[in-house]
């Protein structure tokens, strides 16, 4: 079974500082990452992905993602906050085992609040 | 990316009511899915929508409380049947890319009184 774990509910920062929104995988076989931010009243935008090579993965908005095997970890990060960067932001993984199907689970989400 | 409209974007119902939500590509797809986003929740799938077949649902999702439509390569719907306040969520349309990434519609945002 496939899961992911966003251990923080908010994280808080001021602007102009680095942020790093935390996220956590459990597969079978090896993970497909992926990170998508959600503005109040909106869909999902997909900010990127890690499917295999380099381990850090550049997206949109400036924002990146290190992927960590032996930690089995995936948090996105971006080295200078902006006010607009205030969204909700979910980390999703899918399972390229055999058994697993194209299911992408996402974790519960990050609120991420910039203060100016 | 594919553009995707969902309608509504929102809609108030009454409790015992059922309301159809459509999702339109812009372009041919070949996995399409519907998601729930429960107030304060992350997204839960509730289906795949397959072409010319009937849906496969999640483990606790039935077709006859969440019946789909999927007539086409562009074009889904999701109904929800017999509406109670537990329904009120947003409900999310979504396409796989060809580079495995997943596409959302603005999602519909549905109160149920």
């Not at chain 2, 015992?16 to 939500?21: A, E, H, P, Q, V």
């Not at chain 2, 399409?32 to 606790?60: D, K, V």
Request: glycine content about 8%; proline content about 5%; overall charge neutral.
């Amino acid at each position: 079974a496939q899961s992911v774990a966003q251990p923080e509910d908010q994280v808080n920062v001021a602007e102009g500082n680095p942020l790093t929104v935390k996220c956590t995988y459990s597969v079978s076989g090896n993970p497909y990452l992926f990170w998508y931010v959600q503005y109040p009243n909106r869909g999902l935008q997909f900010l990127l992905k890690y499917i295999t090579g380099d381990n850090l993965v550049k997206g949109s908005y400036g924002f990146e993602a290190e992927f960590n095997k032996s930690q089995t970890s995936f948090h996105l990060k971006k080295p200078s906050a902006l006010v607009s960067d205030s969204a909700l932001y979910f980390c999703a993984v899918r399972d390229d085992s055999n058994n697993a199907g194209n299911m992408l689970t996402f974790g519960g989400g990050t609120r991420l609040m910039v203060k100016p | 990316s594919a553009v995707i409209s969902q309608k509504p974007s929102r809609d108030i119902c009454q409790r015992g009511t059922s309301l159809t939500i459509q999702c339109q590509v812009d372009s041919q797809v070949t996995m399409m899915f519907w998601y729930r986003q429960q107030p304060g929740q992350s997204l839960t799938l509730i289906a795949t929508a397959n072409q010319g077949s009937e849906a496969t649902y999640e483990s606790g999702f039935v077709i006859d409380k969440f019946p789909i439509s999927r007539p086409n390569l562009t074009f889904s719907t999701l109904t929800v049947s017999n509406m109670s306040p537990e329904d009120s969520s947003i409900y999310l349309c979504s396409v796989e890319s060809r580079a495995g990434e997943l596409f959302f519609g603005e999602g519909s945002r549905l109160t149920v009184l």
